[in-house]
């Protein structure tokens, strides 16, 4: 190995790989020849080409290191595989040697290794003496997965911090650490590859909730908008109910204004008061879809497409409904435009044949071809 060095120190510099200080060093009876890389680059390139030299191919890896923080801390490597592995160890050694057996605990190197420092040094040589050989498999809740020997913190970055727990320390084949490097990729691919899963899953997971919110919000613009229109139609509906009944009041006044008999005045007075009660009636219903259609309105906060909802306008109570100008209208005629006045001037018709029509005679009105109403030929019928 040590002659290898120096062959390896003319191979980076070759290459131009900038290095801060090179050195071989013994850890846990491993020999190990170090670069101290400057640029990342480099590393990428390295991990991607390894160095052949001497007709032999050198795999490097990345030295990992679990800085201590407090002294006899304990390691546990290869836990990424495991979800949560604080909380799980924490429990089995609070359950076998007491609840207040861990000081501190901790997961570093993003999530493969667990570290824990126990009461008193006496439980923690315990410890070690009872898992020198390996976790129980209950411990990881799985069978199948195996983790690292628990260690001191210390001789466990001695040889590298290893992700995968089957590295063995006296293991010093090249064969060996090709091998082991290979399985630490493929260890970190696989963790990855969960970890992608979980983002994936809780995206769309996220992006459901979503789509069902906006659908809820959909389905209640659509029942509001169902139930706006139902209320709207309903008051178009009755206000053309109201426009006939005030029509027919204003019939019945006219007909008692022109001094009929006894018989006839009795009949209108009862026609009349009935129509006015169906005249109540039909404006208080108004009112409560008015009411109605004003509250969804404002529950939903949108304005209504169309017109503004109409509202029924005052009357004086001294005088009739159906006299003068009181007479509510829904859709006034707008007044023309001034360039457009001439179309409503009248215009002499030009033709000798408005001499012959005949004149009616005086007080004589034109006949209309709306005939009287059907209560008022019941009327003179009687």
């Known amino acids: 190995m040590r002659t290898v060095h120096p ?97 501190f605990s901790r997961v570093a190197l993003e999530g493969s290794t667990y570290t824990v420092v126990l009461r008193n040094w006496q439980t923690t040589n315990q410890f070690l003496e009872d898992f020198g050989e390996g976790l129980p498999s209950s411990w990881t809740r799985f069978r199948n997965i195996t983790v690292g020997v628990p260690d001191l913190l210390y001789l466990f970055n001695s040889v590298g911090a290893p992700a995968n727990p089957s590295r063995a320390a006296g293991s010093s084949s090249p064969q060996v650490s090709h091998l082991q490097v290979q399985v630490d990729e493929l260890r970190r691919q696989g963790a990855e590859t969960v970890g992608t899963v979980n983002q994936v899953l809780a995206q769309t997971w996220r992006a459901l909730e979503k789509q069902n919110e906006v659908a809820q919000q959909m389905m209640a613009s659509i029942c509001a908008v169902s139930t706006s229109a139902a209320l709207s139609a309903r008051y178009a509906s009755l206000e053309s109910t109201c426009g006939r009944l005030e029509e027919r009041m204003v019939r019945y006044r006219e007909t008692l204004d022109g001094k009929p008999s006894s018989a006839q005045r009795a009949r209108m ?35 209504f497409l169309g017109q503004s909802m109409p509202h029924p306008a005052p009357t004086d109570s001294s005088q009739p409904v159906g006299h003068g100008g009181n007479v509510p209208m829904s859709h006034e005629r707008p007044p023309p435009e001034e360039e457009d006045n001439h179309r409503y001037e009248p215009h002499q018709r030009m033709s000798d044949d408005a001499a012959s029509v005949p004149s009616l005679p005086s007080g004589q009105q034109p006949f209309s071809p709306a005939g009287p109403s059907r209560d008022l030929d019941r009327m003179e019928q009687e």
């Open 269 to 303: 007075d009862t026609l009349l008061a009935e129509t006015e009660h169906d005249h109540d009636r039909v404006e208080k219903e108004k009112d409560t879809i008015a009411q109605q259609l004003s509250a969804l309105q404002f529950a939903q906060g949108t304005q």
């Open 7 to 103: 062959l390896l120190r003319e191979w980076f510099r070759s290459r131009n790989f900038a290095f801060q200080q090179d050195r071989t060093s013994n850890l846990g009876g491993r020999l190990r020849i170090s670069f101290d890389l400057l640029r990342s680059e480099d590393i990428d390139t390295v991990l991607t080409a390894p160095p052949y030299v001497n007709h032999h191919t050198y795999h490097p890896t990345r030295p990992r290191f679990v800085e201590p923080t407090y002294g006899g801390e304990i390691a546990i490597g290869g836990c990424e595989v495991l979800q949560n592995p604080q909380a799980q160890f924490n429990a089995e050694l609070r359950k076998k040697y007491g609840q207040d057996v861990v000081r």
